[in-house]
Each structure stands twice: as C-alpha cells, then as structure tokens.
Nanobody
Framework: QVQLVESGGGLVQAGGSLRLSCAAS????????MGWFRQAPGKEREFVSH????????YYVDSVKGRFTIARDNAKNTVYLQMNSLKPEDTAVYYC????????????????WGQGAQVTVSS
C-alpha cells in the first residue's frame, strides 16, 4: 500500500477557493489511480473525483463539475484537488485514496486512504 497525507484544508467563505494536496510515499505513485472522497457530518462517504495513473482521464460527481479540478504530478508524488466557487454544502472532511486497479467511484476498490482534511465553507 501507499501512504497518503492530505493538506490544504481550512475555512473559506462561500464563493472562495481552496486547493487540497495529497502527498504519497512508500510505493511507486504512478502505479496508482487516485481518487478524492468526502464525508459530511452524519452522511456517508461520497465520491468526488478520480484521475488515472497518467493523468489523462478524470471524472467528477455532478455536484462539483465545473468547480473542482483534479490533477496529479507524478514527479512530486502528489495529487491535487482545486476547489473553486465553494458552497456551504461542500463542507466535509476530504480524503484522498489510491487504487491499484481501475479508477472508480466505488470506495471499496481503494486500498490506501489519507487521514482526511477538513474543509469548511461559511455562508
């Protein structure tokens, strides 16, 4: 498994932006497709976005399309989530995850998870 550490969370007003980073170590980063998930209080963990190992293919949940952008830098072993036009309903703990199999919206296919980064959007 690969070890993952998120950073970049915080408090922002509605309409603002944040960029989350997820640094990987321990394994060859480019062997993994990467995903971002989030979990709001009292809710189940929700898929946000994923990116293939080479960065050529990305996918987003409908609620963030046009506002969030996922990217990766394999030379830096890091995946990013740029979040623009943030809304209060984006408030959640955001997790990055790695999967050695197909990039997916299913969290069960991911075998490595970060500790999470809190994102709070005030209205």
């Amino acid at each position: 498994q690969v070890q993952l550490v998120e950073s970049g969370g915080g408090l922002v007003q509605a309409g603002g932006s944040l960029r989350l980073s997820c640094a990987a170590s321990g394994r060859t980063f480019s062997d993994y497709n990467m995903g971002w998930f989030r979990q709001a209080p009292g809710k189940e963990r929700e898929f946000v976005s994923h990116i293939t190992w080479n960065g050529r293919s990305t996918y987003y949940v409908d609620s963030v399309k046009g506002r969030f952008t996922i990217a990766r830098d394999n030379a830096k072993n890091t995946v990013y989530l740029q979040m623009n036009s943030l809304k209060p309903e984006d408030t959640a703990v955001y997790y990055c995850a790695a999967t050695p199999v197909v990039a997916s919206t299913n969290p069960l296919l991911y075998n490595s998870w970060g500790q999470g980064a809190q994102v709070t959007v005030s209205s």
